[in-house]
């Protein structure tokens, strides 16, 4: 199973023909953020859900007490790229309101139910992101 850096090079390598369809058949995109220390791009394969042309990651790093780097980096600078199997677009990037998680989530949880399991391993509330489209 393709993972981290070697997923997102695949991934790109093929247009998401290697690395689109992931365990379970969950959905994954590729997420440019600018890294909030370096200003460098960093890559990262998640899983997703199309929702309203919308594109909605969860926040998760399997139920860790902080939140993933990626996260950080958006939370600083929310204009980021994302690329869905040959579609690459730029997208603002925010955090879900409170009503609009509780909407998000149970569509996030089926297509991975460890979501649930994630968010039991920790009190962080973990976030719900919506990539949106520019231009």
Do not use: C
């Amino acid at each position: 199973m393709l993972f981290g850096d070697e997923h997102v090079r695949r991934y790109e390598e093929t247009d998401g023909e290697v690395g689109y369809d992931w365990q379970n058949g969950a959905p994954v995109l590729i997420l440019t953020t600018t890294g909030r220390k370096t200003g460098q791009p960093r890559k990262s394969a998640l899983i997703f859900q199309e929702v309203d042309g919308a594109y909605v990651v969860v926040a998760s790093k399997g139920g860790a007490d902080d939140h993933p780097a990626w996260y950080l980096n958006l939370r600083d600078n929310p204009e980021v790229a994302v690329q869905v199997k040959a579609d690459r677009f730029p997208a603002r990037a925010r955090t879900a309101r409170d009503d609009e998680k509780a909407a998000l989530w149970p569509r996030m949880t089926k297509v991975w139910p460890s979501y649930d399991d994630y968010q039991r391993k920790t009190e962080r509330d973990i976030p719900v992101v919506v990539l949106e489209r520019v231009g």
